[in-house]
């Protein structure tokens, strides 16, 4: 059993001085496979203090100065990727396919930004002024569990890249992530308080980010309740806001979709990451007289998915993230039934030989209609809407007819499907495939956020303008 008893502050490890301890469990079987000592309020005021002094000096670095300590992260990165992928599958269950990309992408991320130093003009000339793209301040970082470091190798990387400083708070439950993370930030050694790291409860240490004046930006990956919860604790300081919240991506598989093809792919999409996704495509918009070609195809790709062992190479999901988790997917598959719609495969329960741990049953329901709380609310497990549609502009009103909109896929022949992706409401659509561009820019619009990430987007939400007329 692991004890972690240490936070990252000004460019050492230091003992919290918060008292809390959180039992970390393993959602294969739910037995405890550790401890980790909360940091406080006071833990939390000492790393922003040690992030404002850092910006002082951080700020005034060029940008090729920014490249090597952007460098210089990457490679602790490498050289820890078997860590980040064994922290995954122990504490939350990812399987080791996703765990493997997740830990990829980490690199990808710093890439991204690293490439980018080497073009963006952070001083413009325009009318009669001179504009400057000056680093907002210091920066809180808030993740989730699901991928903590690469949400934090995202996040850090594009502060860094600004000029920033940062703070950041990790979910308490992705501690063994946030652990390989702290050693990271170690080796690469980063100025003094430039990155500074605490595991803490939102209400506790998330709070004290949020209303703290010294504090000039907040980005959050995670649910759209607590992202409105940071917007309102934030106001009173005037922060600058980037959150990426939930979602309820439409699927639209268009009358000239290749279904032997865009059907199994759906699964993946909907099923990705065990479905604790915010960009997870949950509903499945088919064409009425599809349907029973559609039901055919989706049951026998979801027998073949594998429900599993996170270990195991073969495995296409693993479990919910805690039984708490558990429990909220079980009452959505409870309400399907209760609302109507008829469940094709899947149901409640655990599937066979996995009762000792958070696994859920592919779940996949037809004939559901998009006022359904199923179609409406983000489950984040594994459970697919299919709702049928008449013709396009029916479909394009059930796509947008919801709160979210961070993702959406369209399967069809090219020309169409672009124009029926022009009317999406959407941060992102993708076409006839599932590639996420570290370049484009990448948020929700609606209920599932506000801002961008990635590419010149996402730099640019780390930087305040200033012109100088003359």
């Known amino acids: ?34 401890t980790v000592q909360l940091a406080d309020e006071h833990d939390t005021r000492t790393a922003i203090a040690a992030a404002k002094r850092a910006f002082r000096t951080y700020s005034q670095t060029s940008p090729q100065e920014r490249m090597l300590y952007l460098r210089s992260f990457r490679a602790a990165v490498e050289k820890r990727l078997d860590s980040i992928v064994e922290a995954m599958l122990l504490e939350y269950g990812g399987t080791i396919q996703f765990c ?21 003009d952070f001083e413009r000339r325009l009318g009669n002024s001179d504009v400057f793209l000056d680093p907002v301040g210091v920066v809180g970082i808030i993740t989730p569990w699901n991928a903590s470091n690469g949400f934090i190798c995202s996040k850090l990387s594009t502060a860094l890249a600004a000029g920033c400083t940062a703070v950041i708070k990790p979910a308490q439950m992705s501690a063994l992530q946030t652990q390989v993370m702290m050693e990271i930030l170690d080796d690469a050694r ?16 998330g709070a004290e980010i ?13 649910s759209t309740d607590v992202g409105k919860w940071i917007a309102r604790e934030s106001a009173s300081t005037m922060k600058r806001l980037t959150l990426e919240l939930g979602g309820k991506s439409p699927n639209i598989l268009l009358e000239d979709a290749d279904f032997e093809t865009a059907v199994p792919m759906a699964a993946l999409m909907a099923f ?4 604790q996704a915010c960009i997870a495509g949950t509903r499945l918009l088919v064409p009425e007289d599809k349907l029973p070609l559609v039901e055919s195809l989706i049951v026998k790709a979801v027998e073949s998915l594998k429900v599993g062992n996170p270990g195991d190479e073969d495995t296409a999901v693993g479990p919910m993230v805690n039984k708490k988790q558990y429990e909220r997917v079980q009452s959505y598959i409870r309400l399907g039934l209760e609302e109507g719609a008829r469940l094709l495969i899947g149901g409640e329960g655990h599937p066979e030989g996995l009762e000792e741990g958070n696994f859920v049953k592919l779940t996949v329901f037809s004939d559901v209609t998009n006022d359904m709380r199923i179609a409406r609310e983000e489950i984040f497990g594994p459970v697919l809407s299919i709702i049928t549609y008449k013709d396009d502009e029916e479909a394009i009103a ?5 709160d979210y909109g961070l993702f959406a896929y369209v399967s069809g022949e090219e020309n169409h499907a672009r124009k029926i992706a022009g009317r999406i409401e959407s941060g992102r659509v993708a076409i006839n495939q599932f590639e996420f561009d570290l370049v484009a820019p990448f948020g929700g619009s609606k209920q599932s956020g506000i801002g961008r990430e990635y590419g010149k987007y996402g730099l640019e939400a780390f930087l305040e303008p200033k012109a100088i007329s003359y």
Do not use: W
């Open 1 to 34: 059993m692991k004890t972690l008893n240490r936070i990252y502050v000004n460019g050492a490890f230091v003992a919290p001085h918060g008292t809390e301890l959180f039992e970390l469990i393993n959602p294969v079987d739910n037995t405890l496979t550790g």
């Open 100 to 120: 493997r990309q997740a830990a990829q992408s980490c690199l990808a991320f710093i890439d991204s930004n690293i490439a980018l130093l080497e073009t963006f």
């Open 190 to 205: 980063l100025p003094q308080g430039v990155a500074n790291v605490l595991i803490g409860r939102g209400e506790l240490v």
């Open 210 to 222: 949020c209303r703290h004046p010294d504090i000039a930006k907040i980005t959050f990956t995670g």
């Open 272 to 275: 990705m990451n065990s479905g």
């Open 398 to 402: 059930i796509a947008n007819d919801t």
